[in-house]
């Protein structure tokens, strides 16, 4: 970046793909100034989106959420456990965000990904602040058993706003949810009821049978913003990311209520005009990912 | 609109801030800071030659290590680390010391809330007196709001924990030296209004997000006057009620 006027004439000799590796900024700067990405995307524009639910057989609840190619695969597994003494009616949600070395060049074998503890810190956060699991509804028998839900996201792809995709896999897991039937034997434990008990009619009543979905309220939906100048770029992909540095991460919810707004440094400071841009960018995401949702749901229930 | 907090301040009284610069002998600079009974140490050392893996080398490379008072370092202070390294990134002028690698250590000595701005303060104090070229100094604070939608500033533990939902807001500190009219405006803003960091938990409207931040720049002007205060005065304690 030593010689900006440099570039300024290199740029009518050199070929195109050598003059983004070597001015990584100017080409993006100069798309920006024609209102376009180099993806042929307007700058407020998302990638599209496409959720597949039920992608684990084996889990009790998974979905595969696609931003534009960065892949999320969310899976929930149900497990039993006795509920602590300060909250004996709740039940409890563990998230975990794994980055496998399949999905990006920087993360190397053997050595974890730096972002991957904070992404899911920070879906952890957002999950349970933003009140959509009512973890009541987890309760089995008071002060006895309750749901534990294991919710592992592993990244297949990481093409940017991993968060968003997270976050939207998160979310189409838990609607797809199906928790399993149990019963209490004798000894007044919680067991499993399989499929040819069910059929059986043994005497023992399952536990939670009409209880076999989780009410979602106020559903969280995420949007990644770059700021660079007086730019705003909605969700980045990798390369956008890396060479400007300046990303907010809005979370709303159906209602919206801002559940979170992210700013980790970065050069470019967020004046109240920009972060009401980002708001209003937000809002409209939320309605496109909602009916995305829906329709995924629907979907679903056709088959 | 009274509210009752637990110590008698009003809502919008900081806890007095108390800072010593230079603490540590061996490290290149370091700072205390507390607020109230959250107290943070900080230590720098750098620039030392060479940065990390995956870390530009045409620019200086920023290395967050948190301690934590007891215990193992988990995701929360891995969250940390990385809020406070790009905060760090953001105010430093990076492109002084190519190639170099600057290590600020957290140490919590106590948290009793606020504990992430206390560090990003204790941080920047730090930086000062360790001579590290920075474009301005960051001013954090914390915002709480309460189920009523009143804002409580710089809450301790417990009135964290009672809250509905609560932000941490980093703002730049305010340019002294003598500008022309206006030019100090960015986009119709002061440019002390421009947020550097902002992290929140819990669920609130928009326009409660934006009286926050109405509140915690009105307070950072405190703050921003107390670090600027710092370097001026010998080593040694230094308190001052805000």
């Known amino acids: 970046m030593g010689l900006p006027n440099a570039s300024e004439d290199l740029s009518a000799e050199m070929e195109v793909d050598a003059f983004r590796r070597l001015f990584p900024l100017r080409y993006f700067e100069r798309h920006l100034s024609e209102s376009i990405r180099p993806d042929a995307r307007p700058l407020g524009r998302a990638r599209d989106t496409t959720i597949s639910l ?86 089995l028998v008071s002060g006895k058993a309750a749901w534990m839900a294991y919710l592992d996201i592993y990244c297949l792809d990481a093409d940017g706003a991993l968060f968003d995709a997270a976050l939207l896999s998160a979310v189409a897991a838990f609607s797809h949810l199906q928790i399993p039937v149990v019963s209490l034997d004798y000894d007044g434990k919680i067991v499993m009821v399989t499929e040819e008990q069910k059929e059986e009619n043994l005497e023992n009543q399952p536990v939670n049978k009409d209880k076999r979905k989780l009410t979602l309220s106020s559903i969280p939906f995420s949007l990644t913003c770059i700021l660079h100048k007086n730019y705003i770029l909605a969700d980045p992909t990798a390369e956008e990311e890396s060479i400007m540095e300046t990303l907010v991460t809005l979370v709303l919810d159906s209602s919206c209520q801002l559940v979170s707004l992210y700013k980790p440094g970065g050069p470019v400071l967020a004046y109240t005009s920009a972060v009401q841009d980002c708001i209003a960018l937000t809002r409209q995401r939320v309605k496109e990912l909602q009916d995305i949702l829906d329709e995924a749901i629907s979907g679903m229930e056709i088959d | 609109m009274e509210i009752d907090r637990a110590d008698g301040r009003n809502p919008n009284q900081l806890r007095p801030p108390a800072c010593s610069l230079n603490v540590l002998h061996r490290a290149h600079g370091s700072a205390s800071w507390s607020q109230g009974d959250t107290k943070v140490l900080a230590a720098v050392y750098g620039p030392k030659a060479g940065t990390k893996k995956n870390e530009n080398p045409e620019k200086a490379c920023i290395e967050v290590i948190w301690k934590p008072k007891t215990g193992q370092i988990g995701k929360a202070e891995k969250e940390f680390e990385m809020i406070l390294k790009r905060t760090l990134q953001s105010i430093c002028i990076l492109t002084i010391n190519p190639n170099t690698t600057t290590s600020i250590i957290i140490q919590v000595v106590h948290d009793d809330g606020a504990l992430l701005p206390c560090a990003i303060n204790a941080a920047c104090a730090a930086l000062v007196d360790a001579g590290i070229p920075m474009k301005h100094l960051a001013v954090a604070i914390c915002c709480c709001l309460a189920e009523s939608g009143y804002v409580l500033l710089d809450p301790t533990k417990l009135e964290e924990q009672k809250m509905k939902a609560f932000a941490y807001l980093v703002f730049p500190n305010s340019i002294l030296s003598v500008l022309p009219e206006g030019s100090s405006l960015v986009q119709g803003e002061p440019m002390d209004h421009g947020i550097i960091t902002s992290v929140t938990h819990g669920a609130m409207s928009v326009d409660d997000y934006f009286h926050c931040l109405e509140r915690g720049r009105a307070a950072s002007a405190k703050l921003s006057d107390f670090l600027r205060s710092l370097p001026s005065q010998l080593p040694g304690d230094i308190s001052k009620a805000v």
């Open chain 1, 54 to 139: 039920g992608a684990v057989a084996s889990a009790d609840g998974s979905a595969l959420a696609k931003i534009g190619s960065t892949t999320m695969l969310a899976a929930i597994k149900m497990e039993v456990m006795t509920p602590s003494l300060e909250s004996p009616d709740e039940g409890c949600v563990s998230i975990d965000f794994h980055m496998p070395p399949i999905c990006s060049p920087i993360v190397r074998p053997g050595r974890p990904a730096e972002a991957a503890p904070v992404v899911a810190k920070q879906l952890s956060d957002t999950i349970l602040s933003s009140g959509m699991i009512n973890l009541k509804e987890l309760s």
